[in-house]
């Protein structure tokens, strides 16, 4: 019995050290914390970003509080891995209707999702990244503030 025990723990131990040392499937997220789409609004595009660890075709959208989809900014999108992948969301709720590609003026392409529907209400969002070929889905531990006029 005690041999069991002994084994148990350190395949345990094992399977942990594997586990620490496996990378996460979506890495190096980044979001604006707040931004507002108004005329009067200094940042008027929420600017999202990230990186795989394999690659996929992505689906990204946006949950108000409620955990409710408010936006689908791309949807079976190609990203590489290890390349970051950004985009841009516009305020406005719905399926985006294509997207437009422009670049930083370091040269980094980015995203800007044509969402059409009416501006989503000032309050706190998140992003989904649903990974298409991992069967995954994927929510950012962290929010953004949609802030009002």
Not at 31 to 38: A, D, E, V
Not at 105 to 133: C, F, I, K, M, Q
Request: contains cysteine; positive net charge.
């Amino acid at each position: 019995m005690f041999a069991a025990l002994v084994l148990a723990c350190l395949g345990a131990f094992f399977l942990t050290q594997r586990l620490k040392h496996t990378p996460t499937p979506v890495q190096h997220f980044k979001r604006t914390p707040r931004f507002s789409p108004y005329p009067s609004g200094h940042n008027k595009l929420e600017q999202i970003s990230f990186k795989l660890a394999r690659a996929d075709a992505v689906t990204v959208t946006i949950l108000d509080a409620a955990d409710d989809p408010v936006a689908t900014l791309v949807e079976g999108y190609p990203v590489p891995r290890y390349k970051q992948f950004s985009l841009r969301w516009n305020g406005r709720r719905g399926l985006a209707h294509g997207y437009e590609i422009q670049r930083t003026s370091s040269g980094h392409p980015y995203l800007v999702a044509r969402n059409r529907g009416p501006l989503a209400p000032p309050g706190e969002y998140r992003v989904r990244v649903t990974l298409r070929d991992q069967a995954r889905t994927l929510e950012s531990p962290w929010t953004f503030t949609l802030v009002g006029p």
